[in-house]
């Protein structure tokens, strides 16, 4: 990739003391190629640290073939929306995270923020608002009404624009499902790192929202998420690493790119008791119908 924009100050994460920070082998090639529905190439992670290129090269390597680089803020949204412009190997989703609001709420600067979303969210390679929704883990009753304006917002941004919504929903099922219910969801509504259980998954299958499953879904303590992967329509199931986190097993706690996408999809097809091709296939088909080809700049 030329003129690849500098990544926003390298981010790094919070919790990386202690950890093993060697980065695993590349798994083995999966036998149909597909995309990484999530990730954060602007984090640091790890030693032997792979700049976007050389993440995006190592993820080709192993069937990998795109990535849907996710925004949490102006700053991420701004670099996502540059480098999906400059490589063609990576779409973009624009937004401010959940936890932002409040932040920006009170410092009466959500509003503008929003409107800059808007604008980044109109160009041809930003495929999807996102990461968006409700996080009540992290964000008490005092900052959820300014969640719940900025979901909303970023709502009726994502239909504006005809695009996809990528939700980041922490805690928070039943509430987001009202909002989306009570605003109306964009037609292509994305559970980012499906968190939820088999009747969470039922719900999506009735309103055809997508679901997104993560390393998360190797886990061994994820029965739950392994059980709403069985029930969830298999047209509306996508997977992700939502790197530089959640590794999946046998790596977990290591650091995390889109090339370990295929354990994940290996679980999933193990799952799913279903030939990896033909899941391989589907996933892939599925993520173009979310958010189009990673070939074209103007086709979403």
């Known amino acids: 990739?030329?003129?690849?924009?500098?990544?926003?100050?390298?981010?790094?994460?919070?919790?990386?003391?202690?950890?093993?920070?060697?980065?695993?082998?590349?798994?083995?090639?999966?036998?149909?190629?597909?995309?990484?529905?999530?990730?954060?190439l602007e984090f640091e992670d790890g030693i032997?640290?792979?700049?976007?290129?050389?993440?995006?090269?190592?993820?080709?390597?192993?069937?990998?073939?795109?990535?849907?680089?996710?925004?949490?803020?102006?700053?991420?949204?701004?670099?996502?929306?540059?480098?999906?412009?400059?490589?063609?190997?990576?779409?973009?989703?624009?937004?401010?995270?959940?936890?932002?609001?409040?932040?920006l709420f009170a410092e009466g600067l959500l509003s503008a923020h929003l409107s800059e979303i808007s604008r980044l969210a109109s160009e041809p390679r930003v495929r999807a608002v996102g990461e968006t929704g409700l996080d009540f883990f992290r964000t008490g009753e005092d900052g959820r009404d300014a969640q719940i304006e900025s979901f909303e917002t970023h709502i009726e941004i994502a239909k504006a624009n005809g695009?996809?919504?990528?939700i980041h929903d922490r805690d928070a099922h039943d509430e987001v499902v009202s909002v989306l219910k009570r605003v109306g969801a964009p037609e292509r509504t994305v559970f980012h790192c499906f968190s939820g259980d088999a009747r969470l998954a039922r719900i999506c299958n009735e309103h055809g929202w997508y679901?997104?499953?993560?390393?998360?879904?190797?886990?061994?303590?994820?029965?739950?998420?392994?059980?709403?992967?069985?029930?969830?329509?298999?047209?509306?199931v996508l997977v992700e690493t939502d790197a530089p986190f959640l590794t999946p097993e046998p790596f977990r706690g290591r650091p995390n790119a889109p090339y370990l996408l295929p354990h994940t999809v290996r679980r999933i097809a193990e799952t799913l008791d279903q030939p990896l091709d033909e899941v391989c296939a589907r996933l892939a088909r599925n993520t173009e119908r979310v958010y189009g080809s990673w070939d074209e700049a103007d086709d979403a």
Request: aromatic share 4%.
């Open 211 to 236: 679901m997104s499953f993560a390393g998360t879904t190797t886990f061994k303590n994820a029965p739950a998420l392994r059980e709403a992967l069985a029930v969830a329509k298999p047209e509306l």
């Open 1 to 40: 990739m030329n003129g690849e924009p500098p990544a926003p100050g390298l981010r790094k994460r919070s919790n990386d003391r202690g950890r093993d920070l060697t980065r695993p082998e590349s798994p083995e090639p999966l036998p149909f190629p597909l995309y990484d529905n999530h990730a954060h």
């Open 48 to 103: 032997d640290q792979l700049d976007p290129a050389d993440s995006l090269d190592r993820a080709g390597a192993v069937g990998v073939r795109g990535v849907v680089q996710v925004g949490t803020d102006l700053e991420t949204s701004r670099w996502s929306a540059q480098l999906a412009a400059s490589d063609r190997r990576v779409l973009a989703a624009v937004a401010l995270h959940p936890n932002e609001a409040p932040r």
């Open 163 to 166: 695009i996809a919504m990528q």
